[in-house]
């Protein structure tokens, strides 16, 4: 496994290299570097990690093989053959673990998110799933200690909403997160349905990693600026001043609106937020769809048209079409108890990537 142990030590090297950078005064001036090595330095440092273990069971190993041949001494020779035993054992399990280690890691998994839910076909029942996803997401984000702050939302014209958006804040929440986006369809018997027969409708969720100036810069020059008068919920305030922020790019035609923040400033920051998100996620795609080109994946398409999972209420059984998953648990999984389906989910782009990565 002489492979696994040369990658390693590039990267322990690497890792004392990093080190060094981020203490250079030249480097500290440089925020945009600073923030970029500082990040490599915290992903290297669980690797070097495991470099330092493994390069000890290795060493162990070797002294204890050495000893058991010198050695003459019964007690010290059966001592010797139990920890080569032992160190045989851990070793490929070490190595398996490292691998998986080694797999690329997506730069933007410990991001924060942005999160947008919006009715598909189905009407006002599209606009109450919604509702019921939005509710989901977030007991999910409660359990998870992360903080949410819904940025926009339109009401549906009986119940639930047209569309939402949330900035989810925390740890690791693009990673954990962006394997939701795409078309969620829902089959269940409508609360407006009085002969009691099943309808199919969809929503579809786009999660977006939160830019920072850093990854994108957005030149405001390209932006255009309107205000309007916020609508719906939010309280008696949200209605008396031109509060809501619409935001125009003007090269690509992308759209933001923001009316929840209580002030035109929190609204324009929070826009500006999302549209460089947006603006970023879309070059993303394209580099994404360029590699996919070459190599196909299972789990994270890229395309936000493809239906992704079915929510059987007559049956309580939720479907992942990308890895052929079904769960029986409906109910507790419309509570927020998801994280099962999110870890089979990066498992199986995991083992993906590893294929990748061994062919």
């Not at 999302?274 to 299972?298: G, M, P």
Request: with cysteine.
């Amino acid at each position: 496994m002489s492979d696994l142990r040369s990658k390693l030590e590039a990267i322990h090297y690497r890792f004392i290299e990093v080190g060094k950078m981020i203490t250079d005064p030249d480097i500290i001036s440089d925020m945009d570097r600073f923030v970029k090595l500082s990040r490599e330095y915290r992903e290297l440092e669980e690797l070097d990690q495991y470099y330092q273990k493994y390069s000890n069971l290795l060493a162990n190993l070797q002294s204890s093989k050495e000893l058991l041949e010198l050695e003459t001494d019964p007690e010290m020779r059966t001592m010797a053959k139990e920890e080569i035993d032992a160190l045989e054992q851990q070793k490929p399990l070490m190595e398996e673990e490292i691998k998986f280690m080694l797999i690329p890691k997506d730069p933007e998994d410990d991001k924060n998110a942005i999160v947008e839910l919006r009715a598909g076909t189905g009407g006002d029942e599209a606009c109450i799933f919604v509702e019921d996803v939005y509710r989901m997401y977030t007991m999910y984000f409660k359990e998870m200690g992360w903080q949410v702050e819904v940025i926009n939302s339109s009401e549906g014209t009986v119940k639930g909403f047209k569309e939402i958006s949330m900035q989810i804040t925390g740890a690791g929440i693009y990673g954990a997160l962006k394997f939701e986006s795409g078309v969620h369809r829902v089959q269940r018997v409508p609360e407006t349905e009085s002969q009691g027969r099943v309808h199919t409708s969809a929503i579809t969720v786009a999660v977006l990693p939160e830019a920072e100036e850093v990854d994108f810069k957005l030149d405001m020059n390209d932006v255009r600026k309107d205000t309007f008068r916020a609508s719906g919920a939010g309280g008696q305030h949200i209605n008396k001043t031109e509060s809501a922020i619409r935001l125009t790019h003007i090269p690509t035609g992308v759209v933001v609106e923001c009316q929840d923040g209580r002030s035109q400033h929190k609204n324009l920051e929070q826009a500006i937020s999302v549209l460089r998100s947006r603006l970023y996620q879309a070059e993303l795609d394209r580099v994404h769809n360029e590699r996919a080109a070459q190599r196909k994946t299972l789990v994270s398409t890229g395309d936000r048209s493809a239906k992704i999972r079915t929510y059987n209420y007559p049956q309580g059984r939720i479907t992942d079409h990308r890895i052929n998953k079904t769960m029986y648990n409906l109910s507790v999984f419309m509570n927020g108890d998801i994280q099962e389906m999110i870890d089979a989910l990066r498992m199986a782009e995991n083992a993906e990537k590893l294929k990748g990565e061994e062919a």
